[in-house]
């Protein structure tokens, strides 16, 4: 049990263009889900926080008007990155927390912006 | 931002070797979480220690806690070389459920 997956593992894309990046709770419900960038060996930074049927919390200096969140049902929630530059290629990981508060991580996607 | 420092950042022992990772931590907190990353994947979590336990184990891991330095470690006993991976802290900052890791300690064991 407790499994989050996302879509897709790994993205390329062009600079300027926009990727939506997809993170599923499979087998239980998550009101929070959260999402983290990670550089190369570098630590997760947390981006912001998805709340099922609200706005997202961004952590400070996150824009969000380039990282738009929804989180739309309780087993989804989708990270957008709008036109992307190549800065933004990162490793994004998403988490979705159990009724125990616990967070349960997904495999991450990683995006590579040309 | 971060929630503090891990140290060493990075870590090489030999097979059957003991590895210690320490990490400390800037604010008061409920709990801290110890996680893996195996190279270009997710996290698996590996244990919680809640701010009133001083010292956890689970299987070959150990974790300590002293609140009162802020800091805590993980010791791994009789390391394999599939435990190469890195390892990081995490704890939710004041009573909040967002997790904020550490830096990061990359472990290789070599077989």
């Known amino acids: 049990g407790a499994v989050v997956s996302q879509h897709p593992s790994w993205v390329i894309c062009k600079s300027g263009t926009s990727v939506k990046i997809e993170c599923r709770s499979l087998?239980?419900?998550?009101?929070?889900m959260f999402w983290y960038r990670q550089f190369p060996k570098q630590s997760l930074m947390l981006m912001a926080t998805?709340?099922?049927?609200?706005?997202?919390?961004?952590e400070q200096g996150v824009e969000k008007d380039k990282f738009l969140i929804n989180h739309a049902s309780l087993t989804l929630s989708t990270l957008t990155v709008t036109s992307a530059h190549p800065e933004d290629s990162s490793f994004y990981i998403c988490s979705a927390m159990g009724q125990g508060n616990e967070q349960f991580f997904g495999p991450g996607t990683r995006l590579t912006v040309l | 931002s971060q929630q503090g420092e891990e140290d060493p950042q990075a870590l090489s022992i030999q097979e059957g070797e003991n590895a210690t990772m320490n990490c400390s931590y800037k604010?008061?907190?409920?709990?801290l979480q110890w996680y893996r990353q195996n190279s270009g994947r997710g996290l698996v979590h590996l244990i919680l220690i809640r701010s009133n336990e001083r010292e956890k184990h689970s299987g070959r891991l150990r974790v300590t806690l002293d609140t009162s330095k802020k800091s805590s470690s993980l010791l791994i006993t009789a390391s394999r070389a599939a435990d190469t991976a890195s390892y990081f802290c995490?704890?939710?900052?004041?009573?909040?459920?967002?997790?904020?890791f550490g830096s990061g300690t990359r472990l290789l064991v070599r077989p």
């Open positions: 087998d239980f419900q998550a009101t929070t």
């Open positions: 995490a704890t939710p900052p004041d009573s909040s459920y967002k997790l904020i």
């Open positions: 604010t008061s907190i409920n709990n």
């Open positions: 998805s709340n099922e049927g609200s706005k997202a919390t961004y």
